[in-house]
């Protein structure tokens, strides 16, 4: 079965950076578009970006402001989210998501990681 297992997660301070890491396996992993979605406690999850899976076009969401880069490696079936000046508003889970197209709408997306918690806090 498809399983995306999401890492990288942990307590950064205010400017500080993490990689988060999501590896895929059960599918073709380059056929997928695979996307980062966050949720904070009390919100909706909110999309942060998006890759395709041949091309390696990317989308990104309001939120990653230039800070954040999604990147993929599809020889290791792991995509990427490389988040740089962290701020506490981005303290979220962190999940990955994969699908067919590079769509905002977290309904667009078939499959799901259990997520990995990112706090940005000093």
């Known amino acids: 079965q498809v399983q995306l297992v999401e890492s990288g997660g942990g307590l950064v301070q205010p400017g500080g950076s993490l990689r988060l890491s999501c590896a895929a396996s059960?599918?073709?992993?380059?056929?997928?578009?695979m996307a980062w979605f966050r949720q904070a406690p009390g919100k909706e999850r909110e999309f942060v970006a998006a890759i395709s899976g041949s091309s390696g076009s990317t989308r990104y969401g309001n939120s990653a402001e230039g800070r954040l880069t999604i990147s993929r490696d599809n020889a290791k079936n792991t995509m990427y989210l490389q988040m740089n000046s962290l701020k506490p508003e981005d303290t979220a889970v962190y999940y990955c998501a994969a699908g067919f197209r590079t769509m905002t709408f977290a309904g667009s997306y078939g499959y799901w990681g259990q997520g990995t918690q990112v706090t940005v806090s000093s």
């Open positions: 059960g599918l073709t992993f380059s056929s997928y578009a």
